[in-house]
């Protein structure tokens, strides 16, 4: 499993949460909302400390990471992340891993 963020991303999270350089970003599984992958579970994002990282990508001093207690959603997917330019909110979208 990998995670992708893209370069509006990137902006978003600078401008929408403050993330800074040295901080750690965790995508979480949570109950409720929409998803391709999993109905009845969506993703949620926050500033967090990781335990045990499933999967983690660095930029700009940045980690983005996903635990290993919520690999199961990801169903052997990667993750892409980026920004809806109507909504202005982040987009996911999931691919599955290449072999």
Do not use: C
Request: glycine share 8%; proline share 3%; no cysteine.
């Amino acid at each position: 499993m990998k995670i992708n963020i893209s370069n509006d991303a990137f902006e978003w999270f600078q401008n929408e949460m403050e993330v800074e350089p040295g901080d750690t970003v965790r995508f979480f599984v949570r109950y409720g909302g929409s998803s391709k992958l999993q109905p009845g579970f969506s993703l949620g994002v926050t500033k967090d400390v990781p335990a045990e990282a499933a999967a983690k990508v660095e930029q700009g001093d940045v980690t983005y990471y996903i635990e290993a207690t919520d690999a199961w959603y990801f169903d052997g997917h990667d993750l892409f992340v980026n920004v809806n330019d109507d909504l202005k909110e982040l987009n996911y979208d999931y691919k599955k891993e290449e072999a």
